[in-house]
């Protein structure tokens, strides 16, 4: 089993950065992908960002490359998620999720592992 809890998720105003983390126990956090993925009120969930065991290769939705950021540190345990230029279509319960496929993967069926979410907000 592997626990995933997110934190740094909040209210910031357009324009401006979050940076939201995932601590992941339970598993040797190297042998993970890690992803990112987003819900908006009344939306499905959606992949944001994914990034690969190495941590060297990472793949993005369209809406947010060049504005978002995902990385890991191995030896934390932890990948995180820099989100800079927010805007309101972003605000979302955002999900780390987990899996011990390979490769870059980015469909929501790929993860077995999710946490339970942190919500992000983006005002005008």
């Known amino acids: 089993q592997v626990q995933l809890v997110e934190s740094g998720g909040g209210l910031v105003q357009a324009g401006g950065s979050l940076r939201l983390s995932c601590v992941a126990s339970?598993?040797?956090?190297?042998?993970?992908?890690m992803a990112w993925f987003r819900q908006g009120s009344g939306k499905e969930r959606e992949f944001v960002a994914t990034?690969?065991?190495?941590?060297?290769?990472?793949y993005y939705v369209d809406s947010v490359k060049g504005r978002f950021t995902i990385s890991r540190d191995n030896a934390r345990n932890t990948v995180a998620l820099q989100m800079n230029h927010l805007q309101l279509e972003d605000t979302a319960v955002y999900y780390c999720a987990a899996d011990s496929g390979l490769g870059l993967r980015i469909r929501r069926s790929d993860y077995g592992y999710w946490g339970q979410g942190t919500q992000v907000t983006v005002s005008s």
């Open positions: 339970g598993r040797t956090f190297g042998s993970l992908t």
């Open positions: 990034v690969t065991r190495s941590g060297v290769s990472t």
